[in-house]
């Protein structure tokens, strides 16, 4: 296979007319000159908001991934104004970006309930509005579950919607291909994303983990999904036996996070990658988010380092 070179993987992407900065919204898709490394706090459950942004900052991250599913300390309902405007305080204080609201949203073939996602998803937009008025955070979702085609038309009809919503609110939403989901593959997320047209708010996240093993390389599927990414999740794929299962980033060494970084930068991302921890891990006896943050920071900006990618401190 020839290399994929740098102005291949621009070529692409400016061909397709989709930019790669990874920016939250519309206004503030503007082209940095840094990646920022951030960390979920879908690996934090036990923790409040709170000590979650004053550990990631101490630790060393750039920035944090907020879970706002039901049932999570930082969920829309459990965010009062006063705690919104102390929690905005607080990241401004230690420095730290709110790259992005993780969610959990379906598209559903019941009307009622596409239209209570429609509005736990504004709900969302706005948490993250009053978190980060200046650079809003994107909102990335998986899609659930089925086989694609027989789900892509809901998802295409559903996404329509989404897409109507996040113009409005000037959002931007990130889907995320899962090896378990519909909606498993990069060409996948490309077809509804191109459907929609031209400037679609919908754009996809990239997480290798969800492609390791299934006869997909790095290399292709970085160039598939480059000119439509707009965040960057990773964490690793372990093989046991026939099944899969994940672990912390840069814990199995089989997966080439140098590689990935440098095509990316390459390419012209400069969104956000963040350290993703499957619940797989989190919900294991013992586990302990302080340490996981910990090590997941200590590989990852190792390989920052090597590759002489830029961040923003």
Not at 23 to 51: N, P, W
Request: charged share 20%; proline share 5%; with cysteine.
């Amino acid at each position: 296979m020839k290399p994929i070179t740098r102005r291949h993987l621009l070529h692409i992407a400016s061909a397709v007319g989709l930019g790669v900065s990874g920016s939250g919204s519309v206004k503030s898709a503007t082209l940095q000159d840094h990646i920022t490394l951030s960390f979920g706090t879908y690996g934090m459950r036990t923790l409040k908001l709170e000590r979650a942004i004053q550990t990631l900052a101490q630790i060393g991250y750039d920035g944090l991934e907020l879970m706002t599913a039901p049932n999570w300390d930082a969920t829309p309902a459990n965010m009062s104004p006063t705690r919104r405007q102390e929690a905005r305080k607080r990241l401004d204080a230690e420095g730290l970006t709110l790259t992005a609201l993780m969610e959990n949203l379906h598209p559903s073939r019941e009307d009622a309930t596409h239209r209570t996602g429609l509005e736990r998803l504004k709900q969302v937009v706005e948490l993250g509005r009053a978190l980060a008025p200046e650079t809003p955070p994107l909102i990335q979702t998986v899609l659930g579950s089925g086989k694609w085609d027989q789900v892509k038309d809901l998802f295409l009809q559903r996404l329509a919607d989404w897409q109507e919503l996040a113009e409005k609110e000037d959002a931007l939403i990130a889907i995320k291909p899962h090896r378990g989901g519909g909606m498993s593959r990069p060409q996948e997320a490309i077809w509804l994303i191109d459907q929609l047209g031209k400037g679609s708010r919908i754009r996809m996240v990239y997480d290798y983990s969800h492609y390791a093993f299934r006869n997909m390389n790095l290399e292709n599927t970085v160039a598939t999904a480059l000119p439509y990414t707009a965040h960057i999740a990773v964490k690793d794929t372990i093989q046991k036996g026939t099944a899969t299962t994940f672990v912390l980033p840069g814990e199995s060494g089989n997966m080439d996070y140098d590689r990935l970084l440098s095509m990316f930068f390459r390419g012209g991302y400069r969104g956000d990658v963040c350290c993703e921890v499957s619940s797989a891990v989190w919900r294991q006896p013992g586990y302990d988010p302080l340490v996981a943050a910990a090590t997941c920071y200590r590989n990852m900006s190792t390989a920052f380092t090597r590759q002489k990618i830029p961040r923003p401190h």
